[in-house]
């Protein structure tokens, strides 16, 4: 039994200080000057899996050659609240990684949420899209389910699991059933599938595998695989590997934990 009363109204606690830098009010907290190199697309973000999507998208598309699709990455460190700098939070007003300035049209484009860089970037080069409308409403079905299930495993049982100063019963076995029922899911979907839509690799793909594959092949949360059980899922894993071993994400690993400081 917790001893802890829920009060009439919430304040937040001083001495339970947030590592990622959270309050509850949004905006810059600091002037800042984000560097711009001299590519057509600046991106700001960090080795996180919402950082490692687009990541990928842009190295695939550099092995489609689409020569357009050139980017300076740089690093923001989100432990230490860059993130909350005057020029970030231009670019995105929720001050998340990752976020993305087109420098190709007038005015630059600014684009935040993984989900929508990525969708931006696979129609501006129309590339690892589906081009008929059933195919489409497909592929969006699944990048709304990542869109909508992903922060279930990273705040839900990730920071519960592996984040939270102290363990707690309740979320964590609140949040690890969820999470394996959202792998049952992916398993399953992906029983007769090579990739997402069947036989072609989308941004569907690259929108689910740094959460999803990453998880079951036990690169994050500590042991999180060993406690989730994840052998359970074996068609998630054939998908989990062959995509892992695609060159184009091996250094869009390598490129966002050396992104230019």
């Not at 919402?50 to 050659?65: C, H, P, R, S």
């Not at 195919?135 to 920071?159: C, D, I, S, Y």
């Not at 090579?194 to 949360?221: C, F």
């Amino acid at each position: 039994m917790s001893e802890y009363q829920v009060p009439k109204i919430w304040q937040e606690n001083p001495a339970q200080k947030n590592p990622f830098g959270n309050q509850p009010t949004a905006g810059s907290r600091f002037e800042q000057k984000l560097p711009i190199g001299k590519h057509p697309l600046q991106v700001y973000s960090l080795g996180t899996p919402n950082g490692q999507k687009v990541a990928i998208l842009l190295e695939e598309l550099k092995e489609a050659n689409a020569a357009a699709a050139e980017y300076d990455l740089y690093r923001i460190d989100i432990m230490k609240g860059e993130q909350f700098g005057s020029e970030f939070v231009k670019i995105n007003p929720n001050s998340k990684i990752p976020a993305m300035v087109d420098y190709s049209i007038n005015p630059p484009l600014p684009v935040f949420e993984s989900a929508s860089i990525l969708l931006y970037l696979a129609e501006k080069y129309q590339q690892f899209i589906p081009t008929t409308l059933a195919k489409r409403t497909e592929m969006m079905n699944w990048l709304f389910w990542q869109t909508g299930a992903a922060p279930l495993v990273g705040g839900g049982f990730g920071h519960f699991y592996h984040y939270a100063p102290f363990a707690q019963e309740y979320p964590i076995n609140r949040y690890a059933m969820e999470t394996k029922r959202q792998l049952d899911v992916l398993d399953q979907h992906l029983s007769d599938k090579e990739y997402m839509l069947g036989e072609t690799y989308t941004i569907a793909d690259m929108l689910i595998w740094p959460w999803y594959g990453r998880l079951v092949q036990g690169e994050m949360y500590g042991d999180a695989g060993e406690f989730l059980q994840v052998q359970e899922y074996p068609h998630l894993i054939k998908w989990a590997e062959k995509i892992g071993k695609r060159p184009a994400v091996q250094r869009a690993l390598a490129l966002e934990y050396q992104a230019i400081n």
